[in-house]
Structure formats: structure tokens, C-alpha cells
């Protein structure tokens, strides 16, 4: 088998034969590296998340405590956003060119009906499926963009050292796109978290770096075979 | 001339207090027992005389020191309202187009305290900004978290940070000297009273007395500036030319909340939250009614056949 054979265009490469015999086969999904970047984002995303709804409803300013109070809470808030920012732009450069858009992808989002009602491994156009399916994709590039627009009028309300560059006029226009992006944000990633507990099998992907070769048979068929074949995935 | 203000002993107890709270930011109170009766700092700008006894009583009183400023070629000093002069002398050099007379208009600057506060709206830490049924809108320092919200709800571009804090400070209207009966620093020191203060009533009163006089000496558009657009204000100004108001150093003519803070503080909190629960609620009813999806046997086996060969 020569998994590792042909797959240069890949940024997130996992070194050495990715599909391991066994029973269950194994297959790698991320590498240790790939898995703390993302740990790190996620941690990052959340605290954000909790900190950021503190002083978005006065009924979650109870948060605040967490973070030892609204004061620590707003100076720590656009912090982590940083650590966030540069920790997902390692997140964007390792899986980008997996997630560009495909045909394949048009027709998932036009079966989506299938695929929540968990009948998308019946429908042969649904299964051969890359490394990311459609949902995937959207999920990649809706944190992509947001994360920019947050990091963007986050800078331009961060008050103590940025305040002298922008109107109020401007302010008040950033505060109210930060306010929306983080809504859309955490919808986005309410759906990434569910899909991560409704489809089993995924979450090791991203705590051990592996998933079962029926995992992947079923929801990336065309990942697999690639990995088998050794082919360049996308 | 205005009556003297009163100065009242000062060994009584507070005349009002936090029973005496009708808005209280980030949380909701319970209607206060009494209403007080609503008073106001009214400022006769056709008066000043630009002496800056009121920025000076101003800082004596709240116990704060302005750096040594540079001298930037006007009166104007500090240039600008900081967290040290919570009140400042704005002055113009007008030419009236009408009778080409130079005109020294000096207007100071400072809270207005208006009835509808749009940092109180703004401001995300319970209590940090209360508003007195007297019409006092106060910061609470305690409280207040250094977000910088209250300066993006204000229409007058009001409150100012200290620097390392970054605490929210802006004028009182002396509301610990009010407690004790007294009048605000500023209004006491005055020499010319062009700043007086009372009760609203006495003060609109007072400015319409004002407003006769100057009308009757050829200022037509005297008039009283307490825009409604805010509910009206609590620092109230008499105005030479009230159609102008933004020659005044520029005055919003109209000034009111900015509507993208009112979809801020109103519809994107609740259509905000609402979004993210129905997000969770449709995980949860999704998962409930088509349940997991669970990698099968087959999948396994046929998995294996694919990395293995036929078994």
C-alpha cells in the first residue's frame, strides 16, 4: 500500500501510512499538531463566547464571575480574541485547501434533507465524500470569515488602546457587527458541536486523531479510498 | 438677578439616596416610594464671561487635577473634556451673517443629564450608571467595568477614562453636594451667574425671563435649549440663537440615541439570544427524533475489505 504516495497538495498531511489494519481498521484523521491547534482555538472560542455574552445581556453578566469580574472580564475579553486570531489562522492555513468549494458539495446541500434524517449512505451521489463534506465546508468558511469581521471591529471597540483611531460614529457601528458576527459565530458553532455528537465517531477524530475505517467509510468514502489508493485527496 | 443659591447646614442627612432610583443600568428596580422633584443646572450662555471659575470650582470640589496643559493659540484649555475636567469652556468666534457682528459665544460643556441616558442604555454593568427620580444621571466607579460602552450610547460625547482604571468619569451635577442641599461647584462659583440652579420649573421660568431680554435686544431666536429628542435634560442651556444650536461649538441640533445602539440594546440582544437557542433547541429536538447516526457493521467490514482485501 502506498498511502503516502501522490498527496503533495495536501497542507494537512498525516505521515506514513494513514490506514491501519486492524478491527476495526484505523484510519488517521489529524495529526497532534492539527489537534492542539484546534484545542487551543476551541478553548479560546469558548471563553470568548462565555466572556463576550457577559456584557452582551445584562441576565449572563453573572459570567463575568468566571473571569473574576466584569473588570478582568473586559480587559482579559479581546486577549483571548488575539490568542483566538492567530491560533485559527494555523487552523486556516492547515485545512483551507480542503475545504474549497466542489460540484459534489452543491448536491449535499440540496439533499441536506437525507442527510439529517441520517439516510445519506443510501444515496450513491451523497457517499463520495472527501475529507469534508459540504456542511463541513460551511461550518470551515463561516468561522473563517467571522472570526476576521470579530477580530476587525473588535479592534476598532477595543476602548483603552485603540479608541484615538476611529469616530464614535464608527464605534457604535463596530460594537453592533461585533454583537451580530458573535451571535452568527456561536450558532455556527453550536452546529459544529452537534454534528460532532450526532454523527458518532467523530469526536476521537479530534481527541485521539483517529476514527474507525467504517467511521470514514460511511461519512468521507472518498477520503478513504483516497488514503488506500493513495490518490490526492480533496 | 436669581435668588442667592441657599447653603443649608450640611450636618442633615442625605436628601436622597439609592431609594430614590428610577433606572439602574443592566438591571431593572422596583418604582421608588417618592418622586423627587426634578431639578436642573441652566446655563445662560449669552452670560459667560468665560472666566472658567466653574471648571476650576469644578475640580476643587471633585478633587481632581489637570495636567499642565500646552497654550494651543485659543481659550479653549484643556482642549478638550478629559477625566480630570468634566466640564470645559467651548468658545467660538461667530460672525452673525446677519449684522456682521463678531459674536463670542461660550458654551460650557459637560453632562446634560438627560432624561432618556443613552450611557445608562449602553452600559453592560449592573448599577455602574444609575438615574435619581430627580434627574441626576450618576456613575457608580465601583461598578463600572472601563468598557467604554457609555460613551458609544451618549449623544453629547460626554464621558471620558482614566488612563490606567480606565474608569468612566463624566459630571455629577454634584449630586453629593444636592444630597446635602447645596447647588452644583460650578453653579456656586459662577461670578455672573450665568450658570444658576433649581428645580426645572424654576429654571424654564427663569429662562424664559432670560430669553424676554435677550429677544427684546434683538436676538430673535433666543430660546432654551432642552432637546426632547432625549427626553429633555437636566442641564439646560440658554441660547442667543436656539435655530443654531450647533454654532455653539457644536451643539447637536437634535441630539437623540443613535439608532444602530437602539438595535443594539434592543432588538439584537433578544433576536441574539433567541438565534443561539434555537439553534441549541433544534440540536436537541433533531438528535431526540432521528437520533444518532451510528457507523453500522457493514460500514466496518466494508471498510476493512477496502484497506485489507476481500476477508
Known amino acids: 500500500m502506498s498511502a503516502q504516495a501522490g498527496r503533495q497538495p495536501e497542507t494537512e498531511v498525516v505521515p506514513g501510512p494513514a490506514v491501519h489494519p486492524g478491527n476495526p481498521v484505523t484510519v488517521d484523521r489529524y495529526t497532534a499538531g492539527a489537534r492542539i491547534n484546534h484545542w487551543i482555538t476551541a478553548t479560546c472560542l469558548v471563553l470568548l463566547a462565555l466572556s463576550g455574552l457577559a456584557l452582551f445581556h445584562p441576565s449572563l453578566f453573572f459570567l463575568t464571575g468566571l473571569f473574576g469580574g466584569g473588570e478582568t472580564t473586559r480587559i482579559l475579553h479581546p486577549w483571548i480574541g488575539v490568542v483566538l486570531f492567530v491560533s485559527f489562522i494555523g487552523l486556516f492555513v492547515r485545512f483551507w485547501h480542503l475545504n474549497l468549494w466542489r460540484g459534489a458539495d452543491t448536491t449535499w446541500i440540496a439533499r441536506l434533507g437525507k442527510v439529517l434524517g441520517n439516510r445519506d449512505h443510501e444515496d ?6 472527501g475529507k469534508y463534506n459540504a456542511g463541513q465546508k460551511i461550518v470551515f468558511w463561516g468561522m473563517s470569515i467571522l472570526i476576521i469581521v470579530l477580530i476587525a471591529s473588535g479592534f476598532v471597540i477595543w476602548d483603552q488602546y485603540f479608541s484615538q483611531y476611529t469616530s464614535i460614529t ?3 457601528v463596530a460594537v453592533l457587527v461585533h454583537a451580530i458576527a458573535a451571535i452568527i459565530i456561536i450558532c455556527v458553532w453550536i452546529v459544529h458541536v452537534y454534528a460532532a455528537i450526532w454523527v458518532r465517531g467523530t469526536i476521537g477524530a479530534m481527541t485521539r486523531g483517529q476514527v474507525t475505517g467504517g467511521w470514514a467509510w460511511r461519512h468521507h468514502r472518498k477520503w478513504l479510498k483516497d488514503l488506500v489508493t493513495g490518490r490526492p485527496s480533496s | 438677578m436669581f435668588p442667592p443659591l441657599p447653603n443649608p447646614d450640611v450636618k442633615a442627612s442625605a436628601r436622597f439616596g439609592e431609594q430614590d432610583i428610577v433606572r439602574r443600568s443592566a438591571s ?3 418604582a421608588p416610594a417618592r418622586q423627587l422633584t426634578p431639578v436642573a443646572k441652566l446655563i445662560d450662555v449669552s452670560k459667560c464671561i468665560g472666566c472658567k471659575a466653574c471648571q476650576s470650582a469644578c475640580q476643587e470640589w471633585n478633587d481632581l487635577r489637570e495636567d499642565v496643559g500646552e497654550n494651543h493659540g485659543v481659550y479653549d484649555n484643556p482642549l478638550d473634556l478629559t477625566e480630570n475636567s468634566l466640564t470645559v469652556m467651548r468658545f467660538t468666534e461667530w460672525v452673525n451673517p446677519d449684522t456682521s457682528n463678531l459674536e463670542w459665544l461660550i458654551r ?3 453632562c446634560m443629564h438627560c432624561a432618556d441616558p443613552g450611557c445608562l442604555k449602553a452600559c453592560p454593568a449592573p448599577g455602574a450608571i444609575v ?5 441626576i444621571v450618576d456613575f457608580d466607579h465601583d461598578k463600572c467595568i472601563g468598557c467604554g460602552y457609555c460613551l458609544k450610547g451618549c449623544p453629547f460625547n460626554i464621558p471620558r477614562f482614566t488612563q490606567v482604571e480606565h474608569k468612566a468619569h463624566k459630571c455629577t451635577l454634584c449630586s453629593d453636594r ?3 442641599g447645596q447647588a452644583p461647584a460650578c453653579a456656586k462659583a459662577c461670578p455672573t451667574q450665568a450658570i444658576v440652579f433649581g428645580t426645572k420649573d424654576e429654571m424654564k ?10 429677544k427684546a435686544r434683538g436676538f430673535e431666536n433666543a430660546g432654551l435649549y432642552d432637546p426632547p429628542g432625549v427626553g429633555g435634560t437636566h442641564v439646560m442651556y440658554v441660547l442667543q440663537h436656539a435655530d443654531k444650536p450647533e454654532i455653539y461649538a457644536g451643539l447637536p441640533k437634535d441630539p437623540r440615541i443613535s439608532p444602530v445602539v437602539e438595535i443594539w440594546k434592543g432588538v439584537t440582544k433578544y433576536a441574539g439570544l433567541a438565534a443561539m437557542g434555537a439553534f441549541a433547541v433544534f440540536g436537541v429536538l433533531h438528535h431526540l427524533v432521528m437520533g444518532p447516526n451510528r457507523v453500522s457493521r457493514e460500514d466496518e467490514r466494508q471498510a476493512k475489505e477496502l484497506a485489507e482485501g476481500p476477508q
Open chain 2, 28 to 30: 431593572t428596580v422596583a
Open chain 1, 170 to 172: 464608527q464605534k457604535r
Open chain 2, 205 to 214: 421660568d427663569w429662562a424664559d425671563i432670560r430669553i424676554k431680554d435677550l
Open chain 2, 178 to 180: 444636592l444630597a446635602m
Open chain 2, 131 to 135: 438615574q435619581y427620580s430627580n434627574g
Open chain 2, 108 to 110: 460650557k460643556d459637560g
Open chain 1, 124 to 129: 450513491p451521489e451523497l457517499v463520495e465524500i
